[in-house]
């Protein structure tokens, strides 16, 4: 085994958390040598699909969102995927192993949280606090905002005041016009969204042309991945960014982490050896690491949240504008974002509306019927004259819902990993009450038809809470500071720390978050 | 008609609709080899063959695949999707749904900007003031 020369800090993963972790710690603290080691590697943008006549198949092969999809595709791939068992899941795991992690392949949905999102137990008794509240990750909110580039609209009565948008709204589009009437009609809240993603130049990246297919990665660097956002800045503030080093253990003695060994893209086993480890893999990644590492917590693994998912699909008669434009990015409703107690649940929905996807992935979810002369019709209508509403629910912490090991060891070298995800009876209220608010919102919109999906099992994009944080040991994996309880120096600085979760896409939190996370650090540094 | 070409069109019949008729699926170009063989094979065991797959009815054929796809649903849907994927990304398809043969990028697509009457009734939202707690 090679054993390279120590450093301060190891970060373990390149996605969001990672990045925006690696990037503050090296300004805030520049004297610090900082190495963070990537299980994939860095997307060449010219082959991203958007540019090929057969584009629209390339979600059903190597970037295709499910990473079990992409290793059963038999295609050379650009991630480092490992299989995940997900047989016992609801939710399908999605995932993007390499530099950038998920945000390749995101939406680009830049929501925060909600001030309440961060105190459900003491305003709703459902959940737990988090260790600090929305005020305290403002600041972090609106820095990462300014890395990011956010195209959005001042004012949004659902939030506290935010720092201006960097940049105007993404066109609603005729879409986004038609549900705006609909939502006038009810009276309901609306707003367009804040989306990671150029209105306008930004920064050196060029202005989003509409193309349509951001979830295949966006090529012209209008979407905000972190490869184009955060690393360029972390690698010149200092950050060492090792790609294809796949991290097999965490070496923990005596109570504090010492190191990390991988392999890297040779096959060569490497110690290198660190004062501090931080691991960024998310909910999935960084569990089974830690798992595989010997951590010892009852609460690691457990508690495995997404954001539960239903969505409607609407055939409209007027012409709107077919699969044009970041698909996650038009508006979203909050009029019920918040408690209600005469709706039987705690919590509420997020509503948002989506533009259509390409005529191959709306042919491929047709059904029943999925084939003949009626599927082919229902496509007819549907195709450039839809609209869809996505129905999120606030997922609660369920120690049951969890991610382990497997017997088996895998071609990574990692042990197997499994989830074992159980819709819960609260979610499923939620779901059903934002589906019956969707489904009126759209017979207000002027749908002629609207067809109800009770649950869209393919969207496990957010993984979240498998190392939350808290103060009790016996119940959460690291404190406010993302240290682990029983390592004082081995942090976790993702998604997997969420203590709640909201009802709202994660990627702005844990951007923030990994910012706050580094700030714990360079303060303990200096 | 062949015994692809049968299953194809079962599959996927087209329609007549002016001025844009859809082609059935055995008008573009698929192969046998395009497509996964257990999943033709499990057609052909169910339907006693192909010569009777292919003098089936086109009711007779479509039971015959709706037995496939209850008893072999992964089977059925590989199937199903390599037609799809071959079917909807077809020039004289995407023509006929009226889509766009240019892929996405370098050229983009557009959006048509905002009206007035939006922005307006977006007013009405904020005047709401805080929903927020």
Known sequence: MTRMDPVDVVVVGAGFGGAAFCWRLATRAPKLRIVCLERGGWVDRSTMPSFRRDWQAASFGAWATPPNTRLKSGEKLQTADYPIDDSNSAFKPLMWNGVGGSTMTWAAHFPRLHP???????????????????????????????????????????????????????????????????????????????????????????????????????????????????????????????????????????GRATGVRYRDQAGNEILQPASMVVVAGNGIGTARLLLASGLDSPALGRNLMFHPAAYLRANFDEEMDGPVGPVGCMLYSHEFYETDPTRGFKRGVHIQVTRENSLLSMATRLGPPAWGEEAQQFLRKEFRHSMAVLVLAEDLPEAHNRVSLTDKTEADGLPGVKLDYTLSEHSRRSLDFGLDRGEEFLRAAGASSVLRIPLAPSTGWHLLGTARMGSDPANFVVDRDGRCHKVRNLLVADGSVFPTVGAVNPGSTIGALGLKLADGVARDAT | MSFLAALLDTLLPGDKMSPTPLPPGSGIGVEARDLPADALHAVTAEAGGEAAFETASPEMRADILRRVEAASPVAFQALLTAVLMRYYQSDAVVTAMGGRLEPPQPSGRSLPATDAATWARLEKVRKRGRIWR
Request: charged letters at 20%; a negative charge.
């Open chain 1, 116 to 254: 309440s999102d961060f105190k459900t137990k003491s305003l709703d008794g459902v959940g737990d606090d988090w260790p600090f509240d929305y005020f305290d990750l403002e600041p972090y909110y609106d820095e990462n905002d300014r890395m990011t580039g956010v195209a959005g609209l001042d004012g949004d009565p659902a939030y506290p005041p935010k720092s201006p948008r960097q940049m105007p709204p993404i066109p609603l589009g005729r879409l986004g016009m038609a549900a705006a009437r609909g939502f006038d009609a009810l009276g309901w809240h609306w707003w367009p969204v804040d989306a990671a993603v150029t209105s306008a130049p930004y920064e050196g990246r060029s202005a989003c042309n509409y193309c349509g297919p951001c979830l295949m990665g966006c090529p012209i660097r209008a979407k905000a991945s972190v490869d184009v956002t955060y690393w360029p800045k972390a690698i010149q503030a200092g950050v060492e960014l090792r790609p294809h080093c796949i991290v097999q253990q965490v070496d923990i003695e005596s």
